[in-house]
């Protein structure tokens, strides 16, 4: 029986689990607007970027909020995928994090997480009575 292993990064797939939350945007320092996070995940983030805005390799910092409440600033980020025309999708990398900015990713994901698993055993609940 033949077994391969790979590590993270050797498959060119992505490195951490992504979530999606209704309602964040990033803001990056330098651009007036907004921009939706398509997907947040420890590592990275895609953003919708309609205006073509976000140019591979440019390094910035983002900072994550809901409505006008931030949750997270500062965080050192590089532009590792432009948006494409027909999907719109930039996808950013976060470098050079600190113990703090990784550990409060981690717990975002995480809840995302366990917020959606408990709504779907909420769901599947109230269908088997």
Not at 61 to 78: S, T, W
Request: aromatic share 4%.
């Amino acid at each position: 029986m033949d077994f391969e292993f790979k590590l993270e990064g050797e498959s060119g797939r992505r490195q951490a689990h992504r979530e999606r939350v209704h309602g964040l945007v990033a803001r990056i320092d330098g651009l007036e607007e907004p921009f939706v996070v398509h997907d947040v995940s420890a590592s990275g983030l895609a953003l919708v970027d309609p205006r073509g805005e976000l140019t591979q390799q440019w390094v910035c910092r983002v900072a994550l909020a809901i409505g006008e409440r931030v949750l997270a600033r500062d965080l050192p980020a590089i532009v590792v995928r432009e948006a494409d025309p027909a999907g719109r999708i930039a996808g950013l990398s976060f470098m050079d994090l600190g113990p703090r900015q990784e550990a409060w990713l981690d717990k975002l994901v995480l809840e995302i997480q366990k917020r959606r698993i408990a709504l779907r055993k909420a769901r599947e609940a109230s269908d088997n009575p």
